[in-house]
């Protein structure tokens, strides 16, 4: 079992850059694929971005490829989100999820363990 936290969301205007990290207990991090979705109002949860274990292998969603960056620091129990950028369309409550695999997936019903999520609010 993961429990997983968000922290790093806020208000930004357009062009501008966040930082979201969650960080998740236990002391098997390492063995967890971990991703990050969005859901903006009256919209579903849609694919951000996708890690597997070792950081080598890693998925974007083609709406944020080349403005953002999904890594992890196992030692630290942690992954991040570095949004450059930013777009009012990427307006939206970002969620972590991790799942018991080493190789990443984009499905989010393959995700058993989420966080709250964090408010990502971007200004034109």
């Known amino acids: 079992q993961v429990q997983l936290v968000e922290s790093g969301g806020g208000l930004v205007q357009a062009g501008g850059s966040l930082r979201l990290s969650c960080a998740a207990s236990?002391?098997?991090?390492?063995?967890?694929?971990m991703a990050w979705f969005r859901q903006a109002p009256g919209k579903e949860r849609e694919f951000v971005a996708a890690?597997?274990?070792?950081?080598?292998?890693?998925y974007y969603a083609d709406s944020v490829k080349g403005r953002f960056t999904i890594s992890r620091d196992n030692a630290k129990n942690t992954v991040y989100l570095q949004m450059n950028s930013l777009k009012p369309e990427d307006t939206a409550v970002y969620y972590c999820?991790?799942?018991?695999?080493?190789?990443?997936?984009?499905?989010?019903?393959?995700?058993?363990?989420w966080g709250q999520g964090t408010q990502v609010t971007v200004s034109s």
């Open positions: 236990g002391r098997i991090f390492g063995n967890y694929a």
């Open positions: 999820a991790a799942v018991y695999l080493r190789s990443a997936t984009m499905t989010a019903e393959q995700y058993p363990y």
């Open positions: 890690i597997n274990c070792c950081g080598g292998r890693i």
